[in-house]
């Protein structure tokens, strides 16, 4: 059986009859060509998805894995953004406002060292309409007013959910980390990022209401108290 499965393996792969040992040897005896039978070829095979199998969950699983981290990545990246533009900045002095800003540039000095892309599969269409709805959540970030920005935000979630599922907060890794309440009502819908959102892939739309939970989380509970 063993001799077999062998002979199959040599058969997938290719083994090569000219090997240059066997030329070699003007004496070399011809060997018979392995035989196998059907119930060989069928372990074999079954072998094989098994462990592919095994190897798609570990794919799926590095896949999510790295999803995760690219999700705590981009929460950073908003915290920084959201302390640059931050109101109080400005009743700081000069001295101490370059002090906090060379902070900060070092602190996104050291996060830009990390890249992580996990790539989805986009045509142009939706590579355009995801570049619009982040610039728009861009936009509520750096407004400077946490009392818009949250406005904003609000209409924003409420068109993510009109436009599809409701994402529970619970399941997004970044707010397992920073868990804050987050109401989700039923209120005014801003048409254009609906509009823009639906161009997205799936992936990308149940991102951006990710990143809008983050967001709103995150403004619903200042780092800086107003």
């Known amino acids: ?18 090997d240059s040992d066997t030329s070699s040897s003007s004496n070399a005896t011809a060997v018979a060509p392995i035989s196998y039978s059907d119930s060989d070829i069928g372990m074999c095979v079954d072998r094989f998805v098994t462990v592919l199998d095994q190897l798609d969950a570990r794919v799926e699983k ?9 999700e705590k990545r981009d929460f950073l990246l908003m915290s920084i953004d959201l302390i640059k533009s931050n109101d109080s900045m400005q009743n ?60 904003r935000c609000q209409v924003y979630l409420n068109a993510c959910c009109s436009a599809g599922e ?15 309440d987050v109401d989700v009502d039923a209120g005014p819908v801003d048409k254009k990022f609906e509009s823009v959102l639906l161009g997205c ?6 991102n951006i209401k990710k990143r809008l939970h983050a967001l709103m989380g995150y403004l619903n509970k200042q780092i800086i108290p107003q």
């Open 92 to 151: 700081l002095t000069d001295s101490e406002r370059e002090e906090i800003g060379c902070y900060l540039q070092r602190v996104n000095t050291r996060l830009s060292t990390v890249e992580l892309n996990v790539r989805i599969v986009r045509d142009h269409s939706q590579e355009d309409s995801l570049s619009q709805i982040n610039t728009l959540i861009d936009l509520t970030i750096t407004m400077g007013d946490p009392v818009l920005s949250r406005q």
């Open 1 to 18: 059986m063993s001799t077999n499965l062998t002979g199959v393996w040599d058969s997938i792969f290719g083994v090569n009859s000219n």
């Open 201 to 206: 892939t799936l992936d990308d739309q149940k």
């Open 166 to 180: 409701d994402v529970s907060v619970a399941n997004t890794s970044v707010m397992d980390e920073y868990r804050v």
């Open 62 to 70: 590095f896949r999510k894995d790295a999803l995760g981290l690219q």
